[in-house]
């Protein structure tokens, strides 16, 4: 970057709060060795990054790089404000998580071929998101936003993650709770069946008895359960397993 840019970029930063010319934060961990690895996106709730960060080493444990952004505080956003990261600032984190991916792609411990994307509550509309644009080789989305339960939303402007996904689109996972009183499953079902008309690679799992968040311990509002969070992340592991390039090591991504 030469002297004018960099100046430019300064200005932006002073003026707006942020710089578009630094990737949003984001923390990256390896597992033991050499590599390269295969790589997993992981995507906070709207709780922000916090909300994923003791899901991290589990994903390491199982031999993943993993990169966690945190897509929310550049945009000072947070559980009262949480509906404009679907449609204020979307097209921005969008951008920003085309970013983080091409980070990991570039990482020279990462395969590039096989990197995958799990998500969280909001977290899971941004895994739909990477896995409808085929940025990433596949994605999970647990307990995910399928639909806001509150305000209008220009489905043009504003799409839901259903309008991500096509024929073309990489394999999705959708783990969901029966019980769950944030993303009430009609909303969801709904969501899913126009998913599967289009994408043939959709897979779903309904856990009975299972709510919101159900790997928050200690959670004043969500219920912690044990069972449902260690299936969740082993169904996740198989799914990527399943589609992973067995022969990759850090070639072109294709």
Not at 103 to 130: E, H, I, M, R
Not at 137 to 164: C, E, I, L, M
Request: hydrophobic share 35%; charged share 25%; aromatic share 16%.
């Amino acid at each position: 970057m030469n002297k004018f840019h960099c100046i430019i970029s300064l200005l932006i930063f002073f003026y707006t709060g942020t710089c578009s010319a630094e990737p949003i934060f984001y923390e990256k961990h390896y597992p033991k060795g050499d590599g390269p690895f295969p790589a997993v996106i992981a995507l906070h709730t709207s709780g922000g990054f916090k909300t994923v960060k003791h899901l991290i080493q589990r994903y390491v444990d199982d031999g993943f790089v993993v990169y966690a952004p945190d897509f929310f505080t550049r945009h000072d956003l947070g559980p009262s404000n949480r509906m404009e990261t679907f449609s204020t600032y979307r097209e921005a984190i969008e951008g920003e998580l085309d970013e983080i991916v091409d980070l990991a792609k570039n990482d020279p411990k990462v395969q590039k071929q096989n990197v995958f994307a799990v998500g969280f509550s909001n977290g899971g509309f941004w895994a739909t998101y990477l896995a409808g644009k085929k940025r990433v080789r596949a994605a999970a989305s647990h307990y995910g936003v399928w639909k806001a339960n509150f305000g209008k939303f220009d489905w043009k402007k504003q799409p839901y993650p259903t309008a991500y996904m096509t024929s073309s689109s990489n394999p999705l996972l959708a783990l969901h709770g029966e019980d769950d009183d944030t993303q009430k499953m009609r909303h969801v079902k709904d969501a899913w069946k126009k998913v599967k008309k289009a994408n043939s690679r959709f897979e779903t799992y309904v856990y009975d008895g299972a709510g919101h968040a159900w790997d928050r311990q200690g959670h004043k509002k969500y219920v912690y359960n044990a069972k449902v969070d260690t299936d969740s992340h082993e169904r996740t592991v198989a799914f990527f397993e399943k589609f992973m390039n067995k022969t990759a090591s850090s070639g072109n991504w294709n």
